[in-house]
């Protein structure tokens, strides 16, 4: 009995060594240098999104609306970093309005559109914190 258990432990010990050199050799369906670039291609949108979301909040315009509501721009800033996914999206979208639309002067008509944008903003940043 004791010579049979031996005799099975050998083709099982061979079978494991076997099977993990098989499996250590497999090829990944996607090349990893693919899914690098596409993590960096992400990670530099995002950062692209929170720079646009930064430059909007720098803006003076945006930071005396902001007083003139009693919000704290500080706050946002720092918030800004912890945005993702579709919030960061729109969030940035709106930034990115701002910033064009303040980019050489505004005019009356442009700082009431401008007023109404950078609302929306302030509101997105709230309702994705």
């Known amino acids: 009995m004791h010579l049979l258990k031996r005799l099975a432990l050998v083709p099982f010990a061979l079978l494991i060594v076997t099977t993990s050199t098989a499996f250590a050799q497999q090829t990944h369906i996607v090349d990893p240098a693919t899914i690098g670039s596409a993590v960096t291609a992400r990670v530099a949108s995002q950062d692209a999104d929170r720079a646009a979301l930064r430059e ?8 005396d609306m902001a007083s003139q509501m009693g919000v704290d721009l500080q706050q946002f800033d720092a918030r800004v970093g912890t945005l993702s996914g579709a919030d960061l999206q729109q969030a940035a979208a709106a930034a990115r309005q701002v910033n064009d639309s303040l980019v050489g ?5 442009v700082i009431s559109t401008t007023a109404i944008i950078i609302v929306l903003l302030i509101v997105l940043i709230l309702i994705a914190v």
Request: aromatic share 0%.
């Open 56 to 63: 909007a909040l720098a803006r003076p315009e945006v930071r």
């Open 105 to 109: 002067g505004a005019s009356t008509i």
